[in-house]
């Protein structure tokens, strides 16, 4: 048994050991109730005020933060207006510049329009005049005057640049067309370097039926051939709003074979961009030449071989069928020969026989059966 005294009123009381044990634990159960709930009170406090003191501390770095970002935007915005100050005062000057030199060139151009005033209106005046010729031109004479130009064009440089060229007018018309002109150009060996037939074309603005210049290809093409040149050119003003055809030199061999349409003011260009190109081709043409040449020659030897086998052949052919004709021949002579000395040797043994019974012949073997003649014989015998 054990003694408890209460602490409130003094009294003491005896209990066993079971139940002082079950006190004395929920005792001990109570004391560390409150003494959990104390420590966790008192951290909650502690982690309260290290919580103000590391917010405090934010709120501080962030002012001091915010009073250098200040400082720095402050420090940019004296940086920038430094920076601008002399560019805007450089730009102010340039548009001052401009301004003045906008209003010295509309001086100049009034002063020089002024000036070619007089120019000016003459050359309009010209150019009326031109127009005005030209819509009483006909068609024939329209196409005479663009002929006219480009061989005028030509003959300018002719001596300078294609001094060895030959550019005429065509004037055969056996089969039945012809062109308008002709270049051709040979080196010094005579081998042709480029041959290109020109058809000039043109039109006069009043002109009723407009004609295009697809329409002019396939006569051109025909020309082409038939005077065996390489290129075909049509020279055109035809079409002249069109801007397919207006863009400069026009390649049209996907309808016609080597063929370009061109305006006047690439004639010149045309026939030095083809005679350049036929120039760089002419090395590749000689080589080709020359293994067509020893082509050719092989050809030859081994057409020569050939037909030196063929006749040897024949002759081979006639000696051995006169050979053999010789071989039975002889073999006929031969044979030939062998049947007379068979003849010759079958003679001789009739002799030999004939001779051996001549020899055997008596007189009286031959009057042997006859009686007369053995009396003939006796009386000769007796004289």
Avoid: W
């Avoid at 405090?56 to 004296?78: D, F, P, S």
């Avoid at 293994?291 to 092989?298: G, S």
Wanted: proline share 1%; charged share 35%; net charge negative.
């Amino acid at each position: 048994m054990s003694e408890i005294k209460c602490p409130k009123c003094g009294t003491t009381f005896k209990v066993d050991d079971s139940s002082y044990a079950d006190i004395l634990s929920q005792v001990r159960g109570a004391e560390f109730e409150n003494e959990l709930h104390e420590r966790l009170a008192q951290a909650e406090k502690q982690a309260k005020s290290d919580a103000a003191l590391v917010n405090a501390k934010l709120v501080a770095e962030i002012e001091k933060l915010k009073g250098e970002l200040a400082n720095a935007a402050t420090a940019q915005k004296l940086a920038i207006a430094e920076a601008k100050a002399p560019l805007e005062r450089e730009r102010d000057q340039l548009a001052s510049d401009l301004k003045n030199k906008s209003t010295e060139a509309k001086l100049r151009e009034a002063a020089i329009v002024e000036k070619y005033k007089g120019a000016i209106e003459l050359k309009d005046e010209e150019i009326d005049r031109l127009k005005d010729m030209k819509a009483k031109l006909s068609t024939k004479m329209v196409g005479e005057t663009l002929e006219q130009h480009c061989q005028t064009e030509f003959n300018r440089i002719r001596m300078t640049a294609f001094p060895n060229a030959y550019f005429e007018k065509d004037n055969d018309a056996r089969t039945g067309s012809k062109g308008d002109f002709i270049f051709r150009e040979c080196d010094e060996q005579g081998n042709e370097i480029i041959s290109i037939m020109f058809e000039m074309k043109n039109e006069s603005e009043t002109t009723a039926s407009k004609h295009k210049n697809e329409d002019f290809f396939k006569e051109l093409d025909k020309d082409r051939r038939e005077k065996k040149c390489e290129y075909a050119v049509l020279v055109s003003m035809l079409e002249a709003d069109d801007e397919y055809y207006n863009m400069g030199i026009v390649d049209v061999s996907y309808r016609y074979e080597k063929m370009y349409v061109i305006r006047p003011q690439f004639f010149i260009q045309i026939i030095t961009l083809l005679r350049n190109a036929a120039l760089n081709s002419m090395k590749y043409k000689a080589e080709l030449a020359v293994v067509r040449e020893q082509n050719i020659d092989i050809t030859h030897f081994e057409e020569n071989m050939e037909a030196f086998k063929v006749a040897f052949a024949r002759n081979y052919e006639l000696a051995s069928r006169k050979f053999q004709s010789a071989i039975e021949e002889i073999d006929k002579t031969i044979s030939h020969l062998q049947k007379t000395k068979e003849a010759l040797l079958s003679s001789e043994n009739n002799l030999r026989l004939a001779n051996n019974k001549a020899e055997d012949l008596t007189i009286k073997k031959l009057t042997r059966g006859n009686p007369t003649m053995r009396a003939k014989f006796d009386e000769l015998e007796k004289a």
